[in-house]
């Protein structure tokens, strides 16, 4: 009877303990060496290599169907590792082991005399399903019709639905605060946790408006493209 009883006890006391060191894991913040394995697995490589496909099939898209002509990408993307759990406050970052990023930005060149037509062809690409831009005349018309009519009033310069930006250097007035800024410098890369590529790599702003006039900025986000939650929960886009 006595050894059964301590046999018992022997199971409970393992199962307290395997209770204690998951309740543990699922409360101490990502490891730098657990985030860079699960950065370089195979699923977040997939993920990572889809998401990057994708976005630069949009990059392409305004290249190719629309009057601006692409100048330079930048590629940044990033892998965090989750916090320790919050008691108070807590924004979600301890919930999960990792989360992945993505942010692809593309400068495009056109002629700011030919600013009427440059928008008409952006939004009449996009009237066609499938284009991979999701701006329309009859949702965007209006922005065209400003222009060719020089209505008055602060000169907008922006298209934009979440995660999915569009924006150009004023044409019709002298506001520097609305010009297309330099992107920031690449931070050193530490694949898989950090990347950041830009192509080509002397490209430059002020060299493209120098060429072209104007400048146009595409600013395409996926933000979470890979996501492991701290149950081990695996989600990717």
Request: aromatic share 6%.
């Amino acid at each position: 009877m006595t050894g059964t009883r301590r046999t018992l006890w022997g199971a409970v006391a393992t199962v307290a303990v395997l209770a204690v060191s998951a309740c543990s894991a699922q409360s101490r913040a990502t490891s730098p060496k657990e985030v860079r394995k699960l950065a370089g697995s195979a699923q977040a490589l997939h993920a990572r290599e889809e998401t990057e496909s994708r976005l630069r099939g949009v990059v392409r898209a305004y290249a190719d169907h629309t009057p601006l002509t692409l100048g330079m990408v930048v590629v940044r993307d990033t892998c965090l590792g989750g916090k320790a759990k919050q008691l108070f406050d807590s924004n979600g970052d301890d919930a999960y082991k990792i989360r992945c990023s993505m942010q692809v930005t593309a400068y495009y060149g056109a002629a700011p005399e030919r600013i009427v037509s440059v928008l008409d062809g952006i939004l009449a690409a996009g009237d066609h399903t499938g284009s991979g831009i999701p701006f329309t005349h009859d949702a965007n018309g209006t922005f065209v019709d400003r222009y060719r009519d020089h209505a008055g009033g602060l000169e907008e310069t922006e298209l934009s639905i979440p995660w999915h930006t569009l924006s150009w250097d004023p044409v019709r007035e002298h506001q520097p605060h609305l010009m297309i800024q330099e992107p920031d410098a690449c931070p050193a890369d530490d694949p898989p946790v950090i990347r950041c590529l830009r192509e080509p790599e002397a490209q430059t702003v002020a060299a493209l408006r120098k060429r072209y006039g104007m400048v146009f900025e595409l600013d395409l986000i996926e933000p979470e493209y890979y996501r492991v939650s701290k149950k081990g929960h695996v989600y990717t886009h």
